[in-house]
């Protein structure tokens, strides 16, 4: 372990995908040691959720898409959290799943 004189957290921005990586300083040079994706997390504001009902078709539309990982739904705050990756799905696809369920949606910067 001599040879690891140095570890930084990057991120880098590959056209595939998006992840962040740890390199270690070696002897070779910088090699990656671990890999992680990277999560955004954006958050909606969903208008007409009236019911624990309601709730359930946006959570579910809103798993129904390629590369998310949680949707948290509240029908107290009319919010809808989301956990995803971005290099799979976008920010309006999200909205427009949310939409297509007859809801009001939008994200909240
Ligand atoms: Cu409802």
């Not at 990586?21 to 090699?31: D, E, N």
């Not at 539309?61 to 948290?72: D, F, H, K, M, T």
């Amino acid at each position: 372990m001599e040879e690891y004189l140095q570890s930084s957290r990057r991120t880098m921005d590959l056209p595939e995908r998006a992840y962040r990586a740890l390199l270690v300083q070696s002897a070779r040079g910088l090699i990656p040691l671990v890999y992680e994706d990277i999560k955004m997390t954006t958050e909606f504001e969903v208008k007409g959720m009236s019911c624990e009902n309601c709730v359930g078709h946006v959570t579910k539309a809103l798993l129904g898409n390629p590369g998310v990982s949680s949707a948290l739904v509240s029908l107290e705050k009319g919010r809808a959290t989301v956990e995803y990756d971005e290099t799979s799905v976008t920010i309006q696809q999200l909205a427009q799943a949310i939409q297509e369920e007859g809801f009001d949606a939008r994200p909240v910067s």
